[in-house]
T-cell receptor, first 113, second 119 residues
Framework: AQKITQTQPGMFVQEKEAVTLDCTYD???????LFWYKQPSSGEMIFLIY??????QNATEGRYSLNFQKARKSANLVISASQLGDSAMYFC??????????FGKGTSLLVTP | EAGVAQSPRYKIIEKRQSVAFWCNPI?????LYWYQQILGQGPKLLIQ????????DSQLPKDRFSAERLKGVDSTLKIQPAKLEDSAVYLC?????????????????FGPGTRLTVL
């Protein structure tokens, strides 16, 4: 069975600073995908970034990068140059061969001026 | 390109009543998912369709929940009768993915959700 763990219920960061949101996972399937989603107070889940288990390089999408450490089973999200609009819930999720997503409990990020 | 559409956005009902949610996925997306998100938790899969067939409904409480995807496009999720613990946000997502061996990407795109309150 898969498991996603996000140990930080809440994080604060100052505007323009970088922040790292932690995610660890557990699966016995050699083929899997890792995702990060952002959920603002409006409720919609917004796709941010994807990392495949066989990808050699860490994924990057604009200000978002995924620090993928396969041996440690971690997939941390790094947001560079935080903006006020980055304040939201952030969810780490994983799929294996079934392709439906298993989500962590989320981390609430607050960006302060 | 239009995103995933869901309606209604909000619904308040009393326990033991029935309710239905509608989802229209992104055009051309083969796979459709319904998730339940209880306050303070991450979404949990209820059912996964590939085209108009069910791939996974192992976590769907089938004594009260039902879902269908007619003609492999729109989908409805129904709860009958509702219980207090069904209060949650119901999220619909879709992806291009058409099954193992297909060339579609499996990134899921979500709709705005339906917030259900059961009194």
């Amino acid at each position: 069975a898969q498991k996603i763990t996000q140990t930080q219920p809440g994080m604060f960061v100052q505007e323009k600073e970088a922040v790292t949101l932690d995610c660890t996972y557990d699966t016995s399937d050699p083929s899997y995908g890792l995702f990060w989603y952002k959920q603002p107070s409006s409720g919609e889940m917004i796709f941010l970034i994807y990392q495949g288990s066989y990808d050699q390089q860490n994924a990057t999408e604009g200000r978002y990068s995924l620090n993928f450490q396969k041996a440690r089973k971690s997939a941390n999200l790094v947001i560079s140059a935080s903006q006020l609009g980055d304040s939201a819930m952030y969810f780490c999720a994983m799929h294996d061969s079934g392709y439906a997503l298993n989500f962590g409990k989320g981390t609430s990020l607050l960006v302060t001026p | 390109e239009a995103g995933v559409a869901q309606s209604p956005r909000y619904k308040i009902i009393e326990k033991r009543q029935s309710v239905a949610f509608w989802c229209n996925p992104i055009s051309g997306h083969a796979t459709l998912y319904w998730y339940q998100q209880i306050l303070g938790q991450g979404p949990k899969l209820l059912i996964q369709f590939q085209n108009n067939g069910v791939v996974d409904d192992s976590q769907l409480p089938k004594d009260r929940f039902s879902a269908e995807r007619l003609k492999g496009v729109d989908s409805t999720l129904k709860i009958q009768p509702a219980k207090l613990e069904d209060s949650a946000v119901y999220l619909c997502a879709s992806s291009l993915f058409a099954g193992p061996g297909s060339s579609g990407t499996d990134t899921q795109y979500f709709g705005p959700g339906t917030r259900l309150t059961v009194l």
